[in-house]
């Protein structure tokens, strides 16, 4: 008969298991726009995102960076998710999940806090520019294909 772990050793054999990164973000959209951020350490615009904290789920890693990074509370039940995308690293970046959140906001009701300490600037970008403002990243040519054409919605992509 084989032992059974203890909780603690549960945890130490997990931490010790191969593992791809998660990052998560949320694509905040007014009409046929979305609100890009560009970080003073890229030399890209993404939208709002980041990595997934250890005990945080996708959606409330989207959330916080939202309003780290633009100053936006956004409700939870606000937003859906949009899409997950398994990038094989490339382009410099490493291997992980993305999880994609959106949600639909008044534009003209929002105020941002930007600059800030992380965020240079923050722009509403057209759908049909997406791709081209974020360097042509691989996943924002399928977020930019998904807002364009709703109809082609998949809910996992691999790039």
Known sequence: MSK???QEENKLWAKKLPGKMCSACLVIRSSQRVLMVKASYKDHWTFPSGIVDPDESPKSAALRETNEEVGLNINQDACTL???IYA???????????FAFIT???????KLSVPNEEIESAEWVDFNDIAEKSGNKGSYKEFQKILLNPGLFNPYIEI
């Open 82 to 84: 949009l899409t997950v």
């Open 88 to 98: 094989a690293g490339s382009q410099g970046d490493r291997e992980r999940f993305n």
């Open 104 to 110: 639909d906001v008044d534009s003209t009701d929002i």
């Open 4 to 6: 059974v772990f203890t």
